[in-house]
């Protein structure tokens, strides 16, 4: 049975492949169709991006390491019929010895054109998904917060600690885009 997780809620994933998969739906009426984006950001000790090519989204989506496969963009969220928007598939035995932690962020494509914002979308979760296991939902962490300005939320992240990978619920929100992300975490020395 899957843990239902709360915000801040960190537990042990005993896993090494498995599937984040992201999932929301627009409110009905809001004009615009909503292009939401999920992404990884595969950081080291310091809480900086390892390379340029360690940022998973819909125009990177294989790490150098081949640990993370992103399934690839779905710009209308229609796709999904009530399963998850987009995926990352993940083999943690892959991960490049210098990532300590990996973020799991979705943004909203071209808000500011669109008058768009976390607050005018429902039913947004993360999940964890066992590979080895017939696709078990392991946990699942549902946005229940009214992220009535921001355009970006930080999901949730697989972080390492003592050899071993745990995760957390996150749910932090920020007026942003996916280059606020990169800029965040990003080493100043690997983006030309």
């Known amino acids: 049975m899957a843990i239902n997780l709360q915000k801040g809620q960190k537990i042990d994933i005993g896993l090494t492949k498995l599937t984040i998969g992201l ?15 999920a992404s990884a950001i595969m950081i080291d000790s310091s809480r900086k991006l390892v390379g340029e090519d360690f940022f998973i989204f819909y125009n ?9 496969t992103h399934t690839g963009d779905d710009p209308t969220g229609g796709n999904s019929d009530g399963d998850d928007d987009e995926a990352i598939v ?17 943004t909203i494509e071209d808000f500011e054109r669109r008058k768009q914002n ?13 590979n080895n296991n017939n696709n078990e939902e392991v946990a699942k962490y549902e946005l229940d ?23 957390e619920a996150s749910g932090i929100g920020y007026k942003a885009d996916l280059g606020f992300f990169l800029e965040k975490y990003y080493n100043g020395s690997i983006i030309k």
């Open 60 to 68: 990177n989506l294989n790490s150098p390491d081949g640990a993370l």
């Open 118 to 130: 976390f607050g005018q979308v429902r039913n947004s979760y993360i999940r964890i998904v066992d």
């Open 90 to 106: 993940i083999d943690l035995s892959k991960v490049d010895s210098r990532v300590e932690e990996i973020l799991f962020v979705v």
């Open 23 to 37: 999932g929301w739906d627009p409110n009905e009426g809001t004009g615009n169709a909503f292009d939401l984006d």
């Open 145 to 167: 917060e009214d992220f009535s300005i921001e355009t970006g939320v930080e999901f949730g992240r697989l972080y390492k600690r003592n050899g071993a990978w745990k995760f």
